[in-house]
């Protein structure tokens, strides 16, 4: 799990909140508080990305734009965890120079959370999210992700109330009342 976190005293959660998002030496995802203790951890991760460990009478408070596997207009603001582009090629880290050496990355566009190799639109590309690959032949493709504004379904589905009545394979879903 992430080593990178800081600590603070604060009197209440949301005082620890406001330490998050004005956080500078990493781009704050979660945090704990202890109101015992009076005490809030900052990390960098969210339970999706990490297995994040806390003491029992600790509370876990997770951004929800780091939660979300939606994006809204163009996805510049995207910050799910696909990683992988619409044909099926895995993500290459923004990082890395191999097998492409990329002219955007976490340096060029430091505020585009280009971490890891997840699908970003840091340039504003007007089709959505994109990764360079990790297949030499080809640089970048776009990402296929689903809009916030069509029935989306959100952590694991327990408040969806949308309106899809098919399976992903195509299959009629049986009504509830029958």
Not at 31 to 54: G, I, W
Not at 89 to 113: L, V
Not at 125 to 134: A, E, K, M, N, S
């Amino acid at each position: 799990f992430s080593v990178i976190k800081r600590k603070y005293s604060t009197m209440t959660a949301l005082e620890c909140a406001e330490k998050c998002d004005s956080e500078t030496v990493f781009t704050c995802r979660s945090f704990f508080y202890t109101l015992k203790d009076q005490a809030c951890t900052t990390l960098p991760a969210t339970t999706k990305t990490e297995t994040v460990l806390r003491r029992m009478d600790t509370v876990l408070y997770e951004k929800k734009i780091y939660l979300r596997e939606c994006k809204t207009g163009n996805g510049v603001d995207y910050r799910g965890t696909l990683s992988k582009s619409q044909s099926g090629k895995t993500c290459q880290r923004w990082t890395a120079s191999f097998p492409h050496k990329p002219n955007i990355n976490p340096s060029s566009h430091p505020d585009a959370d280009l971490e890891s190799n997840f699908c970003r639109n840091p340039d504003g590309d007007v089709l959505g999210p994109w990764c360079y690959t990790t297949d030499p032949n080809i640089r970048w493709e776009h990402c296929t992700i689903q809009d916030c504004d069509e029935d989306c379904m959100y952590c694991s589905g327990e408040d969806y109330r949308g309106k899809v009545s098919k399976t992903e394979t195509g299959f009629t879903c049986q009504r509830w009342d029958s």
